[in-house]
């Protein structure tokens, strides 16, 4: 479809949210009458100029006086039948309802994900999660079962059993966060566990930007041979949102048909143009039960200057993905530093098993402090860590102090990664 056909379809599906959502939901219901908007809007200009952004913040506020679920709910309790919960990496966690027909949605998005990634109905999926309450693990699986895949659970299993089960069972797809990709592949070593040669030709990554880091992503193919790493990314509070361009390796694809994205900047709220950095704002067009409309998700993105993808799609294009947010950039002596610069840079040193950065927050100035911990074929350690701070202070023009530590010595993620660690004036330790 042409960006018309797109945003024709987008306003009536706007509309058909509002119908519901005007009278039913009792978190948007007021803030529709006031902008004006509660018999729809005549255009998507008119409801981008009308209606007033939504914030965690305001939803965390929203649940905490209205516990446990809030008010963002459009429908009587009885129709809502799944429960979702966030991680709560960024703050306090979401807890997010249902229904059958907004879950069926998600689903549909999720189908979208895995077919433009290349998955089809003769795949064998194996996802390694623990299957805790983010909506992420479960509407995967019920894609692929929705495609006719295979799926294998990887729930209660470690490692070394997780990777053994994916070489015995011939899964061609593996599904997991960038991380615990790098991880599996590890454990896979180090239980003697032969990935070349296996099945595995998918690697589909979630939960963290480091599936649009060129040097990540060459860790993880490196790790499993044959396979190529296909990106997305989706919140539980707002549903799965992107897919990879199959024709741009690193470039995700607003799923529009599900979605009215806007990229405005996180400063002022004002649209960015085509190929500027700003903050995703999205409306889930199809989520009616508890819908969120113009959320700030505080993802920085990029949107891609082309109209019309190489691909041949007009679905909004992000360059590079997700490229950091809103909330994690560290200001050190003057310089703009954010986590993914750093991924980037550490990732690119194959000798690098596992890294942690330390904020220290207890002098006038915060400092910045990096710990890697060397794969097992590395020969010299204290090269390498210098190896790093040298490129650190090349890409940055900024000395961050790099220790190198023993085999085994940094924690392994399974879900997002928690490398930042803060150590406030309040604190002895790590916080």
Same mark, same amino acid.
């Given at each position: 479809?042409?960006?018309?056909?797109?945003?024709?379809?987008?306003?009536?599906?706007?509309?058909?949210?509002?119908?519901?959502?005007?009278?039913?939901?009792?978190?948007?219901?007021?803030?529709?009458?006031?902008?004006?908007?509660?018999?729809?809007?005549?255009?998507?200009?008119?409801?981008?100029?009308?209606?007033?952004?939504?914030?965690?913040?305001?939803?965390?506020?929203?649940?905490?006086?209205?516990?446990?679920?809030?008010?963002?709910?459009?429908?009587?309790?009885?129709?809502?039948?799944?429960?979702?919960?966030?991680?709560?990496?960024?703050?306090?966690?979401?807890?997010?309802?249902?229904?059958?027909?907004?879950?069926?949605?998600?689903?549909?998005?999720?189908?979208?994900?895995?077919?433009?990634?290349?998955?089809?109905?003769?795949?064998?999926?194996?996802?390694?999660?623990?299957?805790?309450?983010?909506? /992420?693990?479960?509407? &995967?699986?019920? =894609?692929?079962? @929705?495609?006719?895949?295979?799926?294998? !659970? *990887? %729930? $209660?299993?470690?490692?070394?059993?997780?990777?053994?089960?994916?070489?015995?069972?011939?899964?061609?797809?593996?599904?997991?966060?960038?991380?615990?990709?790098?991880?599996?592949?590890?454990?896979?070593?180090?239980? /003697?566990?032969?990935? &070349?040669?296996? =099945?595995?030709? @998918?690697?589909?990554?979630?939960?963290? !930007? *480091? %599936? $649009?880091?060129?040097?990540?992503?060459?860790?993880?193919?490196?790790?499993?041979?044959?396979?190529?790493?296909?990106?997305?990314?989706?919140?539980?509070?707002?549903?799965?949102?992107?897919?990879?361009?199959?024709?741009?390796?690193?470039?995700?694809?607003?799923?529009?048909?599900?979605?009215?994205?806007?990229?405005?900047?996180?400063?002022?709220?004002?649209?960015?143009?085509?190929?500027?950095?700003?903050?995703?704002?999205?409306?889930?067009?199809?989520?009616?039960?508890?819908?969120?409309?113009?959320?700030?998700?505080?993802?920085?993105?990029?949107?891609?200057?082309?109209?019309?993808?190489?691909?041949?799609?007009?679905?909004?294009?992000?360059?590079?993905?997700?490229?950091?947010?809103?909330?994690?950039?560290?200001?050190?002596?003057?310089?703009?530093?954010?986590?993914?610069?750093?991924?980037?840079?550490?990732?690119?040193?194959?000798?690098?098993?596992?890294?942690?950065?330390?904020?220290?927050?207890?002098?006038?100035?915060?400092?910045?402090?990096?710990?890697?911990?060397?794969?097992?074929?590395?020969?010299?350690?204290?090269?390498?860590?210098?190896?790093?701070?040298?490129?650190?202070?090349?890409?940055?023009?900024?000395?961050?102090?790099?220790?190198?530590?023993?085999?085994?010595?940094?924690?392994?993620?399974?879900?997002?990664?928690?490398?930042?660690?803060?150590?406030?004036?309040?604190?002895?330790?790590?916080?």
């Amino acid at each position: 479809m042409n960006r018309r056909d797109i945003e024709t379809r987008q306003l009536r599906a706007l509309n058909r949210l509002i119908a519901d959502v005007a009278n039913g939901n009792p978190f948007y219901g007021p803030r529709l009458e006031r902008a004006g908007l509660a018999g729809g809007a005549d255009s998507l200009a008119r409801f981008r100029a009308a209606m007033p952004f939504t914030t965690k913040a305001e939803l965390v506020e929203d649940q905490s006086r209205h516990r446990p679920w809030g008010t963002c709910l459009t429908y009587p309790l009885e129709r809502y039948t799944r429960y979702s919960q966030t991680s709560g990496t960024t703050g306090e966690p979401l807890r997010w309802l249902d229904t059958q027909e907004s879950w069926s949605a998600m689903v549909d998005c999720w189908v979208t994900v895995l077919r433009e990634s290349g998955v089809t109905s003769s795949d064998r999926i194996f996802f390694a999660f623990s299957f805790g309450p983010f909506l /992420g693990f479960w509407t &995967a699986f019920e =894609a692929g079962v @929705r495609l006719g895949c295979l799926c294998l !659970p *990887g %729930g $209660g299993m470690s490692n070394a059993a997780r990777a053994r089960a994916i070489v015995d069972n011939g899964a061609t797809v593996l599904c997991c966060t960038p991380t615990y990709a790098i991880r599996l592949g590890e454990a896979a070593a180090e239980e /003697g566990v032969r990935l &070349a040669g296996c =099945a595995v030709r @998918r690697v589909i990554v979630a939960g963290e !930007p *480091g %599936g $649009g880091i060129p040097a990540t992503r060459r860790r993880i193919e490196e790790l499993w041979p044959g396979a190529l790493v296909k990106d997305h990314h989706g919140m539980t509070e707002i549903g799965p949102v992107t897919f990879e361009c199959p024709a741009r390796s690193g470039v995700l694809h607003v799923i529009e048909e599900a979605y009215l994205p806007e990229v405005v900047d996180p400063a002022s709220g004002e649209p960015v143009p085509p190929g500027s950095r700003g903050e995703l704002v999205l409306t889930s067009l199809l989520r009616v039960g508890s819908p969120l409309l113009r959320y700030r998700t505080g993802d920085l993105v990029e949107p891609a200057r082309q109209e019309v993808c190489a691909c041949g799609r007009a679905d909004l294009a992000l360059e590079g993905g997700i490229l950091g947010r809103t909330d994690d950039m560290l200001v050190v002596r003057g310089v703009n530093v954010h986590p993914a610069a750093v991924e980037a840079i550490v990732r690119g040193f194959t000798d690098v098993a596992e890294y942690r950065a330390t904020v220290d927050l207890r002098r006038t100035l915060p400092e910045l402090s990096l710990e890697v911990e060397p794969t097992a074929a590395c020969a010299d350690p204290q090269a390498l860590a210098h190896a790093v701070e040298s490129a650190l202070r090349a890409a940055m023009n900024l000395r961050i102090p790099v220790a190198a530590v023993p085999r085994g010595a940094l924690p392994r993620f399974e879900l997002k990664a928690r490398r930042w660690v803060r150590v406030s004036p309040r604190e002895d330790g790590r916080g």
